[in-house]
């Protein structure tokens, strides 16, 4: 079956610093999406982007964060100035066509840990 | 706003034992239903779901009901084994949300001891 990819599994970062969350999306899915997950919480939506735009973004989602598709395969999420409370397992998602009962594929995640 | 209640973890069984997680939502219009599996090192990766009242989603053994009168989908197995030792996930998508954004409970570690 196809796979998400995410790199790194693990990045550890000072507070104040920017980082930058890396995904290869399936190749002919159209819906990308972050999720993240703090330590014994629930899997929370960050944001949704399709045709090169934000689809839909949550509270959480404010302007620390950023999304790009640079190139034909690549999906990052940017973390300006990173705070403590950042510390997450930070997954991407990709879907076919966005339908609402459509499956979503993840990645493995990124564990990001802010000192 | 929607959301997703799930029992707390973790669940520990023996093989062979019965299994049930359970899971209740809140939602304003007719969401689909989904149970989401993250094996130790993977990604989440959809286990079964069911779109509408009283339809029952299954695989690899799982089965979960679609009860709207209840708000409940809860995940069962008859029989569990020890490589079903995972966190498990419920999930909503509102059908009314093109974009297909999921929302999570908190997940359920399931640990199967031999």
């Known amino acids: 079956e196809p796979e998400v990819t995410q790199t790194p599994s693990h990045q550890v970062t000072q507070m104040g610093q920017e980082v930058i969350l890396r995904c290869v999306p399936i190749s002919n899915h159209l819906y990308f999406y972050w999720y993240r997950q703090i330590l014994g919480q629930k899997v929370e939506f960050l944001v949704s982007f399709y045709n090169n735009e934000i689809s839909e973004k949550s509270e959480i989602f404010d302007d620390q964060f950023s999304v790009e598709r640079p190139d034909g395969s690549n999906f990052t999420l940017k973390i300006r100035s990173t705070k403590l409370e950042d510390s997450a397992m930070y997954f991407c998602a990709s879907s076919r066509l966005g339908q609402p009962n459509e499956k979503l594929f993840f990645g493995s995640g990124t564990q990001l840990s802010v000192l | 706003g929607d959301s997703v209640t799930q029992m707390e973890g973790p669940v520990t069984l023996s093989e062979e034992a019965f299994l049930t997680i359970n899971c209740t939502y809140t939602?304003?219009?007719?969401?689909?239903l989904f149970w989401y599996v993250q094996y130790p090192g993977e990604g989440l990766q959809l286990l079964l779901k069911?779109?509408?009242?009283?339809d029952k989603g299954s695989n690899k053994g799982f089965e979960a009901t679609y009860r709207k009168e209840t708000t409940s989908f809860h995940l069962e197995k008859g029989s569990v084994q020890v490589s079903d030792s995972a966190v498990y996930f419920c999930a909503l998508s509102d059908r009314g949300n093109q974009g297909g954004k999921l929302i999570f409970g908190q997940g359920t570690e399931l640990s199967v001891k031999p």
């Open positions: 939602a304003t219009g007719y969401p689909s």
């Open positions: 069911a779109t509408k009242a009283d």
